[in-house]
C-alpha cells in the first residue's frame, strides 16, 4: 500500500469519526437541556400537588407576577411573589411558580388576594390553593 492511500484512508475515517461526534453532541446536547427544564417543571409540579395535599391554608397578597415564559396546554406559567398571612405567627414572604389558565391571567395582578398551602417547617415552600378572596358564606 503506498503512503498516500493510507493517509487517505486515516483522513477519511477521521472526518467519520468527528462528524459522528457533531451528530451526537447535536443531538444529546439539546435533550439534556430539554430533560434539565422537564424535571424541574415536573418536580415543582409535585411539590405544589403534596402541599395542596397536607400543607396549612392560608390567606396571601401577590407582590409581584413574572412570566417564565413556560407553558403548559397553552396555560402560561408564572412566578409569584407572595406576602403570606398565616392565621397562627408571623406573617412572611415567599415565591412560588404555578400554571395559570388563560382565562384566569387577570386574576394575577399586584395587590390580588390568593389563597395558599404551605409546609409550617419551612415557609419557602408554598403552593397556591384558589385565586381571587374567600367567599365566606353568612349564617343566618
Known amino acids: ?15 467519520t469519526v468527528l462528524v459522528f461526534l457533531c451528530v451526537c453532541v447535536s443531538t444529546v446536547v439539546p435533550l439534556g437541556v430539554a430533560g434539565f427544564f422537564l424535571y424541574r417543571m415536573f418536580k415543582n409540579m409535585n411539590q405544589n400537588s403534596t402541599l395542596i395535599k397536607i400543607g396549612v391554608s392560608a390567606p396571601a ?4 407576577a413574572e412570566d417564565t415564559g ?18 397562627f405567627g408571623p406573617s412572611f414572604q415567599a415565591v412560588t411558580t404555578t400554571f395559570v389558565g388563560r382565562l384566569q391571567i387577570g386574576m394575577i395582578t399586584p395587590g390580588a388576594h390568593v389563597t395558599v398551602r404551605y409546609d409550617p417547617n419551612d415557609t419557602t415552600k408554598v403552593a ?10 353568612p349564617t343566618l
Open 1 to 15: 500500500m503506498d503512503p498516500f492511500g493510507l493517509v487517505g484512508i486515516l483522513g477519511s475515517g477521521l472526518v
Open 61 to 64: 397578597v401577590i407582590l409581584n
Open 70 to 87: 413556560t407553558t403548559m396546554n397553552e396555560s402560561p406559567q408564572v412566578r409569584l411573589t407572595l406576602q403570606v398571612n398565616p392565621a
Open 128 to 137: 397556591i390553593e384558589s385565586l381571587g378572596t374567600p367567599v365566606i358564606k
